[in-house]
């Protein structure tokens, strides 16, 4: 990672880390969605020591479609389970988490 090397601008960001999530969604490999809940897990445990990497509305959304779209099984639980835990930040005052269209007809 290069940021390790000491160059603070390479870290990735919420944004470098959903346009990641996106390319996997859109990919239709075989276990794409899961590999997207993976690094949704990812972002949320490294957000707790870096801010810059906390999960928003378009990261939470972009999984929810990859896995309403997979067919994989259980991933309808798995997507309405992403919702319910959007809805619940929110509600605790996490504005950057707020379910939209998007998320809600995904699911």
Avoid: C, W
Wanted: charged fraction near 25%; hydrophobic fraction near 30%; aromatic fraction near 4%.
């Amino acid at each position: 990672e290069l940021s390790k090397l000491g160059d603070q601008d390479l870290r990735p960001n919420t944004k470098t880390f959903s346009a990641v999530i996106n390319a996997y969604a859109r990919s239709g490999e075989k276990g794409s969605a899961s590999t997207t809940e993976q690094l949704l897990v990812e972002m949320e445990q490294r957000s707790a020591k870096e801010i810059h990497l906390k999960p928003d509305t378009i990261t939470y959304s972009t999984v929810i479609n990859a896995l309403a779209k997979s067919g994989e099984r259980g991933a309808a639980m798995r997507a309405e389970r992403l919702l319910s835990l959007m809805q619940k930040q929110h509600d605790e005052g996490n504005k950057s988490v707020k379910p939209n269209s998007v998320t809600y007809t995904s699911v």
